[in-house]
């Protein structure tokens, strides 16, 4: 069984402890876990390792948030993996912070790094983790707060919250969405 974990981010030294980039976070928490290096290669950093009998790969995307699908659809079809063994980790408005949901499918919530999977996929019916970061900006300063580091305070949590998504991601390869979404979802 061979799965595909995406880390959605922004590429570049400015966005890296960004709350957009948590996505890219998260896959590097995993790969540190089993000691795995990513590489550059096509459109994304890429590494692979096996858990439990399975192959994962987890990629990011180095097209920038808004053209994520490009590198999904990419690696999904050179890899062989079907939709349903994708696991895309994506920062979320809707979901305050320390929430962190997994679903196996969904609406972009206007993130465009998810439009532009869905596009190029050609459905919004894969999985995904979202990793709850809040809405606690003033009006017109949402690109602000995404594209702002963490807070002090959130920081007390952080660490925990994104080894927590590391769990989930290799609970998802192991046992599969639903039994993952039953032990983690609140």
Not at 42 to 61: E, Q, W
Not at 76 to 101: F, G, M
């Amino acid at each position: 069984m061979k799965y595909l974990i995406v880390g959605l981010g922004n590429i570049g030294p400015e966005y890296e402890k960004t709350r957009h980039n948590i996505g890219f976070m998260v896959a590097d928490a995993l790969a540190k876990k089993f000691d795995a290096k990513f590489e550059m290669d096509r459109l994304a950093y890429v590494t692979d390792f096996k858990n439990k009998g399975r192959s994962i790969t987890v990629i990011k995307p180095t097209t920038f948030m808004n053209l994520s699908g490009k590198a999904v659809k990419y690696w999904a079809n050179q890899l062989k993996i079907p939709t349903e063994n994708i696991l895309v980790i994506v920062d979320d408005l809707a979901l305050p912070y320390t929430t962190l949901r997994m679903r196996g499918k969904g609406g972009a919530a206007g993130h465009n790094g998810l439009k532009d999977i869905e596009a190029q996929l050609s459905t919004s019916a894969y999985p995904r983790l979202r990793f709850g970061i809040g809405d606690n900006f003033s009006k017109g300063k949402q690109v602000d707060f995404v594209l702002g580091e963490f807070s002090e305070d959130e920081k007390i949590d952080l660490y925990g919250l994104i080894d927590k998504s590391v769990d989930m991601c290799l609970s998802f390869s192991a046992i599969g969405l639903s039994r993952t979404m039953n032990q983690f979802n609140k």
